[in-house]
């Protein structure tokens, strides 16, 4: 049995002849994965693919392909290259302190280096210093600053975490403000939705954004979580049944959604504040009933039926006018 096997493997042998040396040499199906074997031997295989080295000058052995695309240097070793680098030195400019430096090649080819006499001077280079964006807060950051083009418009960017994963934002913050956003926003919070406020104390953004958090947050340390009336302490997760956000001149006499218009009130103090501006509103209303500029819904549309009416006879008469024009002409 063992005898027939051998048979039939033999019969399965097929004859190539080595390129290299010509010789004739026998394969087994199996072995014939990747094509048709063109080497006997790995002695065979390697003749006329090597190289030599560009430190030591040793023989290397590199493939055909490597060697006929590309003029680049081979080297033997790790080692052997980097003794061959380190002999050669790069002579530069330091773009931060303007001394002129030396380095191996090596370390100038990593960290794109080339531009800086050492890591101090890469680290403090387009780096300055500015106040922190939180409303009213005086104190003076380092940051480094980058610029972004997003559809068309280019903004600068400012990174305090110095680190190679640090985070660019527009409007950076000091270490206190910073801890306040996190613990109130989240670490993913963003300020972009209330840039133009960061930006200008006075700008208006609208009765939409009374209640959000951002704004309440900025509302809420501006009075040092206390309510502005009764100076009690206020809990900033207590929501809206703790504290409220009030507009310290009311809309209605002319006052804007702008953070020096907005104070914080506990509930109590902001039921009774909003009851003597509502009986301010009805003698108001009283008042001017009695002029006669403030009129109810059907004298209203008895006004706007006299308008319309006035409207149409002018049109209708200036039509014949422009009728009669024509054809006196």
């Known amino acids: 049995m063992a005898e027939a096997m051998l048979r039939v493997m033999k019969s399965s042998l097929k004859a190539f002849h080595c390129e290299t040396c010509g010789t004739e040499f026998k394969r087994y199906p199996s072995q014939m994965k990747r094509g048709r074997p063109r080497f006997c031997s790995r002695k065979c295989r390697r003749t006329g693919n090597e190289c030599k080295c560009t430190g030591c000058g040793s023989l290397t ?20 290259q980097r003794d061959f680098l380190e002999t050669k030195r790069f002579v530069g400019i330091c773009k931060t302190c303007g001394v002129e430096f030396s380095k191996p090649v090596s370390t100038v080819s990593r960290l794109n280096q080339g531009q800086f006499c050492s890591r101090a001077c890469k680290d403090g ?4 210093t500015m106040q922190c964006s939180w409303p009213g807060c005086g104190n003076e950051i380092t940051v480094s600053s980058s610029t972004s083009t ?45 840039v133009k406020w960061v930006e200008n104390q006075d700008y208006d953004l609208g009765s939409r954004s009374l209640n959000n958090k951002i704004t309440r947050m900025f509302v809420f340390y501006k009075t040092n979580g206390r ?3 009764c100076e009690r302490e206020l809990l900033f997760d207590g929501g809206f049944h703790e504290w409220h956000v009030d507009h310290v001149l009311p809309v209605y006499r002319g006052g804007l959604t702008t953070l020096r218009n907005l104070q914080a009130l506990c509930v109590a103090c902001h039921s009774r504040k909003s009851a ?25 549309d008895v006004l706007i039926r006299q308008l319309r009416e006035e409207i149409a006879s002018l049109r209708a008469s200036l039509s014949k006018y422009e009728v009669i024009q024509c054809h006196g002409k």
């Open 227 to 229: 309510c502005t009336e």
């Open 61 to 80: 052995y590199r493939k055909k392909s490597q060697i006929e695309s590309s003029n680049r240097k081979f080297f033997c070793s790790v080692g052997c």
């Open 276 to 300: 003597e501006e509502k009986s301010d509103v009805g003698r108001r209303r009283h008042a001017m009933t009695k002029l006669g500029r403030w009129k109810t819904h059907a004298e209203k």
């Open 150 to 194: 997003k559809r068309g418009v280019t903004r600068t960017l400012y990174k305090t975490d110095f680190t190679k994963y640090g985070r660019y934002v527009s409007n950076p913050l000091c270490n206190l403000h910073h801890e306040i956003c996190v613990k109130h926003l989240g670490h993913n919070h963003r300020l972009s939705s209330r």
């Open 125 to 128: 280079h387009l780096r300055k």
